[in-house]
């Protein structure tokens, strides 16, 4: 058993399955005064949908090409080329974000179900937004069969 605390994170994850979930989740959790860090971009779909009800966006993905590709089709939003899992490359982005969307390759199956929480918590500790949203299949399907357990008089 460690004797150190975990760090006490104050942001909300929101747990979505398929690109329509998450997307649906947009007006319901970003609002004008929200810096939003998006991760998997890839050509800026979701990006043009979150742009317009924030007050700053930046959108990332780790391919080139894609950044390229979706500043050409978005010329307003700002694109950067970036890999997820560097953290410090997003906390060196200089911006107080108050949410984070990631829709990454890779993290919604099974096998990769530490991978995707692991992630989240290290965002949530280095960045400490007031919410997260992922969309992460198995994460989602975890979560679901999940009850905190509260002590009587707890």
Do not use: N
Request: charged share 25%.
């Amino acid at each position: 058993m460690s004797r150190h605390a975990p760090p006490r994170l104050t942001t909300k994850f929101i747990l979505t399955m398929g690109v329509k979930e998450y997307r649906e989740t947009i007006p319901a959790w970003v609002t004008a005064d929200d810096v939003v860090l998006e991760l998997g971009c890839e050509w800026g779909t979701t990006s043009a949908l979150l742009a317009p009800r924030c007050r700053e966006l930046v959108a990332t993905d780790i391919s080139p090409e894609c950044i390229e590709r979706a500043r050409r089709e978005h010329p307003g939003i700002r694109f950067e080329t970036l890999d997820a899992f560097d953290v410090r490359a997003a906390l060196d982005l200089g911006l107080p974000f108050t949410k984070v969307y990631m829709d990454l390759s890779g993290i919604s199956g099974y096998h990769s179900l530490l991978d995707a929480a692991a992630l989240l918590v290290s965002y949530a500790t280095v960045l400490r937004p007031q919410a997260i949203v992922i969309k992460s299949a198995s994460l989602k399907r975890f979560a679901s069969h999940c009850i905190p357990w509260r002590a009587a008089g707890a």
